[in-house]
C-alpha cells in the first residue's frame, strides 16, 4: 500500500524506490496494482531470499534490478542467548526426544501438520514432546489456536505436545530440544531455521520460499513436502533412532 501511495505521487516521481521484499512473493500473494508498480516503478528490489528473487523475475521483474540480502543476526548473541537458560519451566524436558516448533500461530506455518505426526509418533510408541512455541498476532479472528487444541484433545496428545505461547528465551528453547521443525506452506527467509542451524539442532522443513536456500536436503538438514505429517513423522522418526546421524547433520548444518 505504501508503494502504490508512493508510486502514485508526480512530485516523488523524480525519486528512485526501493522495495524490500522479505516474503515468498509468488504471483498469487501480490496484489496485481502492486506487481505492476514493482515492475514498472521501483528502481531496485532487495529480495530476502534466492527464491523470492526468483519469484519476481518470474512475473516480470527485471532480474538486473534484483539483489538477494540475506537476513542477518549475530552469532554469538544467539549463542549467549541460547546459554542463558530458559525464562520458564517447559513441560517434559527430560524426554528423549524433544520436537521444538518456533513459529506464529499461523494455518500457512503448518502446526497441524505437527499435530498429525506428533499422533503418528505417539502411535509409534515413542517417548517424545512437542513444544509449539508461538502465537497470534493482536486481533487474530482466524479461530486457528482454538483448532489446534481441539485436535491435540481428538488425538490424546495432551501429555505430548503443548502449546507455549509467545517466548522470549527461544533460543534456549532451541538448545533444549532434540529437533526443530517448521512445515510451512510459504516463507521468505527461515531465520528460525538458520538460528537452529547455527545452534547445530537437526532441521525438518517444507522445501519452499528461502528453506531451500539454508536447508540441504540429507546434508544441512531434511525436507519434506507440504502438508505430509507422514513424511515429517518418519523424519522425526529416524532423527530418533539414528542419534550419530542426527548429529552429523546438525554438524553441517552449522557449518
Known sequence: KSLVFLASIPALRRYPLALFARGWFQRHQVAPLS?????????????VSSATGQALASWGVDPARVHVVYNMFDFDTVRALSAAGLHAPVPHGDRRCRVLMPAGLLRTKGQHTAIAAAARLKAAGRDFVMWLAG??????????????????????????VFMLGWRPDVYALMAAATAVILPTHTEG???AVTEA??????????PVGGVVDVV?????GLLVPV???AALADRLLALD???EWAAQLARQGAA
Open 135 to 160: 502465537d497470534t498476532g493482536i486481533g487474530d479472528v482466524t479461530g486457528y489456536p482454538e483448532r489446534l487444541r481441539t485436535q491435540i484433545a481428538a488425538a490424546g496428545l495432551e501429555d505430548h
Open 189 to 191: 527467509f527461515p531465520r
Open 227 to 229: 502438508e505430509d505429517d
Open 241 to 243: 533412532d539414528r542419534p
Open 216 to 220: 540441504r536436503d540429507g546434508e544441512t
Open 197 to 206: 542451524l547455527l545452534l547445530e539442532k537437526p532441521v525438518v522443513a517444507t
Open 35 to 47: 506487481r505492476w508498480v514493482i515492475r514498472r516503478r521501483v528502481a531496485g528490489v532487495l529480495a
